[in-house]
Nanobody, 125 residues
Framework: QVQLVESGGGSVQAGGSLRLSCVPS????????MGWFRQAPGKAHEGVAA????????YYADSVKGRFTISRDNAKKTVYLQMNSLKPEDTAMYYC??????????????????WGQGLQVTVSS
């Protein structure tokens, strides 16, 4: 069972930035996809971004392309989501998630069985 610890949520004005961090209880280079998902009240669950820890390939939802960047620091065993140019519609609970099994990371295609507890991100206009 992989446990995920998230940090970095909070409140910011539109146009601002936040960085989310996720530390998994086990982090094996080359074995995991790490993803960030979000869910706003009354809206569907959305896979925002994902990264393959082995090679660094990434996936982004169209709604965040050009504004969000997912990255990993294998030495620190941490995955980050840098969120720039935030909009009120980015307001949601954000969850870190993980799946084993190689570079099959697109959250629209593959399920992520391991989840963190979530962080609130609030963007005010």
């Amino acid at each position: 069972q992989v446990q995920l610890v998230e940090s970095g949520g909070g409140s910011v004005q539109a146009g601002g930035s936040l960085r989310l961090s996720c530390v998994p209880s086990e982090y094996t280079y080359g074995s995991y996809c790490m993803g960030w998902f979000r869910q706003a009240p009354g809206k569907a669950h959305e896979g925002v971004a994902a990264i393959y820890t082995g090679g660094g390939s990434t996936y982004y939802a169209d709604s965040v392309k050009g504004r969000f960047t997912i990255s990993r620091d294998n030495a620190k065993k941490t995955v980050y989501l840098q969120m720039n140019s935030l909009k009120p519609e980015d307001t949601a609970m954000y969850y870190c998630a993980a799946r084993r099994g190689g570079d099959l990371c697109n959250p629209r295609l593959y399920q992520y069985p391991y989840w963190g507890q979530g962080l609130q991100v609030t963007v005010s206009s």
